[in-house]
């Protein structure tokens, strides 16, 4: 009996000397020299439908992403900085491109718009007809047999010239709407071929156009013309001729001389009168109405 019971407390006593003593972790016996460690491969998950997500983009994200032309063009141009350098020129290509894209035909300059600017012009009232020396379209109505209205113009010549003064002789009188112009320049120098045939008929040659007499000088010395050529800068004697009208070119309405000719008799009368001018051929289509 005395046995069991000292066995019985040499057993509890050890139990708790074992519960009472920190419990430490068996290590691992190392691995034999030269020999290789075992790794199990990690089991991998099942494959499944993935759970997606709507995700919203961001505006950095989405302007990352574009172009750089696609930036350069939508981010609007700077102003130069004052004293930065000058941008260099672009090349051909860029210039082409510009060109093609980016610029517009452009309407041509206007002749008239190089003409000083004049007085307004009244309008024809409706339900009347002009007559001459009315204040609506002065000498729209001037026709064959009617006295020419006199004038007195600065001319080439480097003293003003007077249509009176040439009573006793046959003048062709024409209107031309721009000095060195395509239609004008032919014009002129038809006439200035013709000169020596119609001054035997006892003619003389004048012209006519809004242009002042330092353009009409040029005109002359250019072209070698042998008659002078008259300034009518406010349109004063168009009006009276009935030359000065309202014309359209390009779409845009503007006020000029419509080309025309008179051939005014020896009595300064009005003998033929030629209106919408075509420059081809005219100097000859006058000299035949000269008498000999």
């Known amino acids: 009996m005395a046995r069991t019971r000292s066995s019985g407390k040499s057993r509890s006593a050890s139990k708790s000397r074992k519960s009472m003593s920190p419990k430490v972790k068996k290590s691992k016996p190392a691995a034999r020299a030269g020999g290789r460690k075992t790794v199990r491969p990690k089991p991998r998950p ?80 409706s339900g009347r007809a002009p007559h001459v020396g009315s204040p609506d379209y002065p000498g729209e109505s001037l026709t064959v047999g009617m006295e020419a209205p006199d004038f007195t113009l ?8 007077t249509l009176s003064e040439f009573r006793g002789k046959m003048v062709v009188l024409y209107f031309y709407p721009k000095d060195d112009t395509p239609g004008c320049t032919m014009e002129a120098c038809a006439f200035r071929d013709s000169l020596p045939r119609i001054e035997a008929k006892g003619s003389v040659v004048l012209g006519i156009s809004l242009d002042d007499e330092l353009s009409h000088q040029r005109f002359v010395e ?5 008659f002078p050529l008259l300034s009518d800068k406010d349109a004063a004697v168009s009006r009276k001729y009935g030359t000065y009208k309202e014309k359209s070119l390009y779409g845009r309405n503007f006020w000029g001389i419509e080309r025309t000719t008179f051939v005014i008799d020896r009595e300064g009368k009005v003998e033929h009168v030629f209106r919408r001018v075509k420059v081809e051929g005219h100097a000859e289509e006058v000299m035949a109405t000269l008498a000999g």
């Open 46 to 125: 099942k494959a499944g439908p993935r759970a997606t997500r709507p995700t919203a983009r961001r505006p950095e994200a989405a302007a990352k992403k574009k172009s750089p032309a696609a930036a350069n063009r939508a981010a609007p141009r700077k102003a130069p900085a004052a004293g930065a350098a000058p941008r260099k020129a672009a090349g051909p290509a860029e210039r082409q491109g510009a060109f093609e894209f980016e610029m517009e035909p452009s309407i041509p300059d206007l002749v008239i718009d190089r003409h000083p600017p004049l007085p307004p012009v009244p309008k024809r009232r």
């Open 154 to 161: 600065p001319s080439t010549l480097g003293r003003p010239v």
């Open 222 to 226: 250019k072209y070698n013309l042998n």
